[in-house]
């Protein structure tokens, strides 16, 4: 072992030197070679089509997004040969170049903002026994998929709610924003460089971006006094049910991103207290003109990212609904007044929490904003579902979708 500072390649590196790091370089193999490659974002062009009261602000999408970059080379297997970890901030055309890479056939994984340890994200290279931070070494020799996949950081569920009955709910964070790029056939030789430049690595983005607006108006036939309820209180949250289990790699016969499985009693909590909701449209510096989400009657909204609802090899269209073992279930808590009147007709004798819930059809694709309106039709309930249903006075209808850099979906739902 030893430092790649130390070497002599280090001297023709075009972008970055192993200084600015702290991972050292297996030298131990003779047989080895260089990489380099342009690394880029996938672009889309723009097709949103303006409909009534339908958001139009994305979020800027930027190398700001992206705090640390981990290479991944393979065999057909997913068995890990090399990794390395870049901070992309160090090179301002985007080229890299990795030094002692050993000398095989494999295929390439470049994969954005999955560091544990500061990322929202959990990490495990040993099947899951134990949840720890990937490093440069202790990924080698793994098999991705098998040994190595990520999940969703775990959370603490908001106070004063009732949650985990039976089996016990588990909370979670809202996801990073996990970018990846593939190459296939990567050709390392002995003493020469492999140069990728000209054709870059394009990174994608893995994650949905969930919209929530809220239309909290007044509806003097079946909801006459939500003006009256508090949306930003130390009790609101808007939480997400039944979160996918794990997410993969690009190896072998799996094409990456969620596994198959869904559990209802992992939830996530998007947001909570007095911040769950914005009440202005975003700043010109975060997200793209023109800027507006409140629009109409939805007068509070908040963005939250999660997972995709579908596999990869589903091969869903966007707009399409997710099936049904994978449909997100979304809860509102606001705080009610003493004397508010709930839906099943109980009063509250003091300020309480007061729940609405319902269940997402849409499907939820990465690189997609699936805009989730929540027309608040009925009083509310006086306790937190723990388990997701359709019941709770919540529909969804889901129109128009937009990639991050191109579509936003939008589904209304009625409480």
């Not at 890479?101 to 290279?125: E, K, Q």
């Not at 911040?275 to 007068?299: Q, R, V």
């Amino acid at each position: 072992m030893k430092k790649v500072c130390d070497s002599f390649f280090v001297m023709v590196l075009l972008f970055l030197s192993a200084c600015a790091s702290n991972e050292d370089v297996d030298t131990a193999t003779s047989e080895s070679g260089d990489l380099i490659a342009k690394i880029t974002f996938e672009q889309a062009t723009p097709t949103r089509v303006e409909e009534g009261n339908n958001s139009t602000a994305i979020p800027v999408t930027s190398w700001s997004n992206v705090k640390q970059l981990q290479l991944f080379l393979y065999d057909a297997t997913g068995k890990i040969a090399f990794s390395y970890i870049i901070d992309p901030a160090t090179s301002s055309d985007k080229i890299f170049k990795w030094t002692n890479v050993p000398v095989g056939t494999y295929d390439l994984a470049l994969v954005a903002n999955v560091n544990s340890t500061s990322d929202n994200i959990a990490t495990t290279w040993d099947g899951g026994a134990t949840w720890t931070a990937f490093d440069a070494y202790n990924v080698r020799n793994k098999i991705l998929n098998t040994d190595i996949f990520v999940d969703l950081k775990s959370g603490s569920f908001p106070g004063g709610h009732t949650f985990g009955i039976t089996p016990e709910d588990k909370a979670y964070t809202p996801t990073s924003e996990i970018f990846t790029a593939y190459r296939k056939n990567v050709k390392i030789e002995l003493g020469k460089e492999t140069n990728l430049d000209g054709t870059p690595l394009s990174l994608v983005r893995e994650v949905s971006l969930m919209r929530v607006r809220i239309d909290k108006t007044d509806k003097p036939a079946s909801a006459p006094a939500l003006s009256t309820v508090t949306f930003n209180s130390d009790t609101s949250f808007i939480a997400v049910h039944n979160m996918p289990v794990k997410m993969g790699f690009q190896a072998g016969t799996f094409t990456g991103g969620i596994f198959d499985t869904s559990d209802p009693n992992r939830i996530l909590i998007g947001s909570t207290g007095t911040t769950t909701f914005k009440t202005e449209n975003p700043l010109e510096t975060d997200y793209s003109n023109p800027t507006t989400i409140i629009a109409g009657n939805y007068s509070l909204w908040n963005d939250i990212l999660v997972w995709p609802n579908a596999m990869k090899a589903d091969n869903m269209a966007p707009a399409s609904d997710a099936v049904a073992a994978r449909k997100y279930f979304i809860v509102i808590a606001a705080k009610a007044p003493a004397g508010y009147e709930y839906a099943d007709g109980t009063i509250a004798s003091v300020a309480k929490p007061v729940y609405w819930y319902g269940t997402i059809n849409g499907v939820f694709s990465p690189n997609v904003i699936r805009e989730v309106n929540i027309n608040i039709t009925s009083k509310g309930y006086p306790t937190n579902p723990t388990d997701p249903t359709q019941e709770g006075g919540l529909s969804i209808f889901v129109s128009a979708p937009e990639p991050w850099n191109s579509n936003i979906q939008s589904e209304t739902i009625e409480l």
